[in-house]
């Protein structure tokens, strides 16, 4: 796995996230529970592009067809096989940003289908005996991303958006009750 470069086409314009190079060496066990972190701070943990795969990874996992955000529903899976994941801290994928593609057509398909992918990894994640703590402090971050971007495209007034701010508000509901 490696980290990219975006590539603006509107303005001719490279994004470069990366300042220093190095090299990370992640067992299994390692990465999901870095995961989560890994997830909010660099899309490449997360994305189907900018890795190379061992085949065998692919004998019982396959991208979902319908699926809006498929590497949701993937990436983890490809990780909970995985013996070792090399992350190199270095660009060695470029992407290109261009209105109208799959990347940037944030609408209520697209959050019900990120936010299934990532409840599934929690059911998965749980049943196979990992520590769910980060994935717990992630959820809500998740939440807040998804309301945020869905009220930035105008679906304020959608099934989707009502479904993020209920569960948003029951898992903060029962943060304050843990708390206490």
Same mark, same amino acid.
């Given at each position: 796995?490696?980290? !990219? ?22 067992? +299994?066990?390692? /990465? ?5 972190? &890994?997830? /909010? ?28 955000a498929e590497d949701s529903f993937t990436t983890y899976k490809l990780y909970m096989q995985? &013996?070792?994941?090399? @992350?190199?801290? *270095? ?12 990347? !940037? ?6 959050? =019900?289908?990120?936010?299934?992918? @990532?409840?599934? &990894? ?12 980060? @994935? ?7 939440? =807040?991303?998804?309301?945020? =971007? ?5 679906? *304020?007034?959608?099934?989707? @958006?009502? &479904? ?13 009750? +843990?708390?206490?």
């Amino acid at each position: 796995m490696a980290h !990219h470069v975006s590539f603006r086409g509107s303005d001719a314009t490279f994004l470069f996230y990366t300042k220093e190079y190095f090299e990370k060496v992640y067992t +299994r066990q390692e /990465m999901l529970a870095a995961y989560p972190k &890994q997830r /909010m701070l660099d899309g490449s943990f997360l994305t189907a592009w900018g890795k190379l795969y061992k085949r065998s990874l692919f004998d019982k996992v396959r991208y979902p067809v319908g699926r809006s955000a498929e590497d949701s529903f993937t990436t983890y899976k490809l990780y909970m096989q995985a &013996q070792k994941i090399i @992350y190199l801290n *270095e660009p060695l994928y470029y992407y290109r940003l261009r209105a109208g593609s799959i990347s !940037h057509v944030w609408n209520e398909k697209w959050f =019900s289908d990120l936010l299934a992918g @990532y409840e599934e &990894q929690l059911a998965l994640t749980a049943t196979a005996g990992y520590d769910l703590t980060p @994935y717990i402090e992630y959820y809500p971050f998740l939440l =807040s991303y998804c309301r945020d =971007s869905a009220a930035s495209q105008g679906l *304020e007034n959608t099934e989707i @958006y009502r &479904q993020i701010e209920e569960k948003l508000a029951l898992v903060r509901l029962n943060e304050k009750n +843990r708390d206490q």
